[in-house]
Structures are given as structure tokens and as C-alpha cells.
T-cell receptor
Framework: GENVEQHPSTLSVQEGDSAVIKCTYS??????FPWYKQELGKRPQLIID?????GEKKDQRIAVTLNKTAKHFSLHITETQPEDSAVYFC??????????????FGQGTILTVHP | DARVTQTPRHKVTEMGQEVTMRCQPI?????VFWYRQTMMQGLELLAY????????DSGMPKDRFSAEMPDATLATLKIQPSEPRDSAVYFC??????????????FGPGTRLTVL
């Protein structure tokens, strides 16, 4: 089955700096890669996703890049703000057959943005 | 603003007791997932259903866990008997039929389970 590795496990930055979180996946058939943000005590919420037919996607201060050959994808947050502090999870999914929609999550990255 | 709902939000029970957690998916969503979140294991998929049919429950301890969808508006996760190692936050998530545009899983608020 799919295995997703996420690094780093913790990340501390100053407000205004950029933050980068990286994930690798094992199954080359995976073709959907979402990122979820989870604030303390809250539910995970989708912040951005990318499909394997796209190399990069951007939404305001966040962007995701995908390298299918190397089987890794990254989340980039620019101009970080204290409200970006949360746990971020990457995930990978197959699209097709009965497994479609089944997400395998990385272990999470605790991002702390210091004012 | 449609949301996934879960009950109870918190549950404290003693080892050996039965625990039932309920989830109401967003109306129109045909896929329902159950996840368990712990500090050590992160977010683990326990089981999921599509059009009320179980597709995969390989992440679930079969001897004590069971998941069902009695109807399209209710999913249940039952633990019997519960053990201290089951203490975790259990999330339900639902999703629209999979296509090129609709892939997001919407999570409920979770049930925080403590087994003493």
C-alpha cells in the first residue's frame, strides 16, 4: 500500500518568513495530493490540493509543487503570519478502482510562526 | 454552511464498556471515512464506505471494532469491548462522488474518546 513520509516534524519561523514542508510517497499510481491544516482542537481542513497532471498550484500565499518522477511534493507558505501556526498534513490518494478517495496521510508538521 | 456532524464530542468510559460513535455526513456525499488520530500514529484510516457499502476496513481491529451505515445519513463506529489503547480522537469525513473536480474530504469535529 501507499506510504507517505513528511518532513520536518516541527518547523519554527519568524513572522514574514517562508515555510516549506516536504512529503514523499511510494506508490507511483497515486495521482491526488491534498494538504490539510489542523488548528489545535479543531478538525483538519483542506487548504490546497494538486493532481498529478499539474506540476504547481498556487493560492494566494500558499503553493504546492509536485515532482512525479521523484515522487515528492511540497507545501510552500510565504509571508507567514501567526495564524498560520497549526499542524499541516500531506496526503496521497489513488484515483481509480475501488481505492479512489482513500487518503494516506503523512505524520504531520507542527508549524509555529513567531510574531 | 453544510458540515459533517459527530456525536458525542467527548466520551469517557471504563475499560470493557461498549462505545458507539455517530456521524452524519453532508447531504449528497456518498463516501464516508472513519479516521483515528493519536499523537503516536497520526491520522489513520479505519474504514470507509461508498454508497453505504463498506469498501475497506483493513485499518480497523476486527475483533473489537465495527463500522456500519444504517442509512445514507448515519454512519456508526462501535468499539466493544473498549481498551485504554483505544483512547484517541475519532474523525468522520465525507466526500462527494469522486471526479476530476470533487475530491475534498470534509471532516467532522471529532469524538474525543478516553478509556480508563
Amino acid at each position: 500500500g501507499e506510504n507517505v513520509e513528511q518532513h520536518p516534524s516541527t518547523l519554527s519561523v519568524q513572522e514574514g518568513d517562508s515555510a516549506v514542508i516536504k512529503c514523499t510517497y511510494s506508490d507511483s499510481a497515486s495521482n491526488y495530493f491534498p494538504w490539510y491544516k489542523q488548528e489545535l482542537g479543531k478538525r483538519p481542513q483542506l487548504i490546497i490540493d494538486i493532481r498529478s497532471n499539474v506540476g504547481e498550484k498556487k493560492d494566494q500565499r500558499i503553493a504546492v509543487t509536485l515532482n512525479k518522477t521523484a515522487k515528492h511534493f511540497s507545501l510552500h507558505i510565504t509571508e507567514t503570519q501567526p495564524e498560520d501556526s497549526a499542524v499541516y498534513f500531506c496526503a496521497a490518494s489513488l484515483a481509480g478502482g475501488t481505492s479512489y478517495g482513500k487518503l494516506t496521510f503523512g505524520q504531520g508538521t507542527i508549524l509555529t510562526v513567531h510574531p | 454552511d453544510a458540515r459533517v456532524t459527530q456525536t458525542p464530542r467527548h466520551k469517557v468510559t471504563e475499560m470493557g464498556q461498549e462505545v458507539t460513535m455517530r456521524c452524519q455526513p453532508i447531504l449528497g456525499h456518498n463516501t464516508v471515512f472513519w479516521y483515528r488520530q493519536t499523537m503516536m500514529q497520526g491520522l489513520e484510516l479505519l474504514a470507509y464506505f461508498r454508497n453505504r457499502a463498506p469498501l475497506d476496513d483493513s485499518g480497523m481491529p476486527k475483533d473489537r471494532f465495527s463500522a456500519e451505515m444504517p442509512d445514507a445519513t448515519l454512519a456508526t463506529l462501535k468499539i466493544q469491548p473498549s481498551e485504554p489503547r483505544d483512547s484517541a480522537v475519532y474523525f468522520c469525513a465525507s466526500a462527494l462522488p469522486w471526479d476530476r473536480e470533487n475530491n475534498e474530504q470534509f471532516f467532522g469535529p471529532g469524538t474525543r474518546l478516553t478509556v480508563l
